[in-house]
Each structure stands twice: as C-alpha cells, then as structure tokens.
C-alpha cells in the first residue's frame, strides 16, 4: 500500500555504510540501547549512492534524543511494509523480500527509507516511491 509521510527530522547516530559491511551495521544497532530512546524510534536510509548496493547513510534515532547527528524523513510517497516479526531476523527478513521484487525495484526512488520501531512492539519499513 502506498501512503502519505510527512517530514521529520530524526536525531540519533549515523554510519556511512553499505549491505555488504555487516559488522558496522550490527555494531550501529548494538549501541542502541545506550541511546536511551525513549518511545519510537526510527532506522533512516538516504544519501543512496545508487540503490541498495551501492552505499548509504544509516541513521537510528528519534524526533526526541538529543544528538548532533540528523536524518531528515521526506515527506512525500511511501510504499508501507509490515514487517511480519518485530525481531532483527524479521526485519531482515522483509529487506530480501525487498531487494528481490523487481516491480517494486523499478519504483523506488532511493531519497530515504525508513524502518519505523513502534511501542507495542511493531516495525514497519516505509521505502519512499
């Protein structure tokens, strides 16, 4: 389903990253709970070199923590995925599913994707069309 975002400014840390270096991505998300965020919080993807194999820039935070880094949500056009598991493993799970949908592919714009990490445990991935 394709929806509406509206703009928010996301404060948290960032990488400059690519899917093929792992290990600073796992080392990104294992220090998130030093973050202390309260509430949702967000995993925000832009600055795509190309598509998702090529590099980017991956920020986790929210509209409140209090860190010099930012990630801005454009607002604009979203193609909303519910991510089936609220684990790591189901979010990664939902990425391949992602990456291997040709029709999708030929859709996305690549200004920014967003993984959206709700209080009642829910995640939903928002890639931005």
């Known amino acids: 389903?394709?929806?509406?975002l509206i703009e928010k400014t996301i404060?948290?840390?960032?990488?400059?990253?690519?899917?093929?270096?792992?290990?600073?991505?796992?080392?990104?998300?294992?220090?998130?709970?030093?973050?202390?965020?309260?509430?949702e919080f967000f995993a925000v993807y832009s600055n795509y070199e190309s598509n998702f194999k090529g590099n980017y820039d991956l920020l986790v935070g929210n509209e409140q923590a209090d860190f010099l880094e930012s990630s801005v949500i454009r607002a604009g056009q979203y193609v909303e995925i519910p991510v089936a598991v609220g684990s790591p493993e189901?979010?990664?799970?939902?990425?391949?599913?992602?990456?291997?949908d040709e029709a999708l592919e030929k859709k996305r714009t690549y200004l920014t994707d967003v993984e959206h990490y709700k209080e009642d445990g829910t995640v939903t991935i928002y890639l931005s069309v």
Request: hydrophobic content about 40%; charged content about 25%.
């Open 90 to 100: 189901g979010v990664g799970e939902a990425w391949q599913k992602i990456w291997k």
């Open 11 to 39: 404060k948290g840390k960032k990488i400059r990253t690519n899917n093929n270096r792992l290990d600073e991505i796992i080392a990104l998300w294992s220090s998130v709970p030093q973050m202390d965020l309260a509430g």
């Open 1 to 4: 389903m394709t929806i509406q």
